[in-house]
Nanobody, 128 residues
Framework: QVQLVESGGGLVQAGGSLRLSCATS????????MAWFRQAPGKGREFVAA????????YSADSVKGRFTISRDNAKNAAYLQMNSLKPEDTATYCC?????????????????????WGQGTQVTVSS
């Protein structure tokens, strides 16, 4: 049974940092790409970042580029999202997602329908 469990969310002041974790089980982690999406209240789901199976390739949304970094540890079957210089507009529920393989296309990697498994999410709230 595939499981993805996010942690690390919370309340932080603007300019602060958080590190989200996504612990996984039930599949061969090193064969699957990982991604983070977020959804703010009243808004649609938004792609944040994706990372290839080896970690050698990443994509990030323009809205987080230079502030957020996605990473993974294949030995621990976990993915991470380091979030720095947080802004109030980063407030959202953050979910990790996964599917097998990688395509060298931002559009492909940023499409939620391309991901088969999802976590429940962790709330991030940034106060001004």
């Amino acid at each position: 049974q595939v499981q993805l469990v996010e942690s690390g969310g919370g309340l932080v002041q603007a300019g602060g940092s958080l590190r989200l974790s996504c612990a996984t089980s039930g599949f061969t982690f090193s064969n699957y790409r990982m991604a983070w999406f977020r959804q703010a209240p009243g808004k649609g789901r938004e792609f944040v970042a994706a990372i290839s199976m080896s970690g050698g390739n990443t994509y990030s949304a323009d809205s987080v580029k230079g502030r957020f970094t996605i990473s993974r540890d294949n030995a621990k079957n976990a993915a991470y999202l380091q979030m720095n210089s947080l802004k109030p507009e980063d407030t959202a529920t953050y979910c990790c997602a996964t599917n097998i393989g990688w395509v060298d296309s931002y559009g492909w990697m940023a499409t939620g329908a391309r991901y088969k498994y999802w976590g429940q999410g962790t709330q991030v709230t940034v106060s001004s």
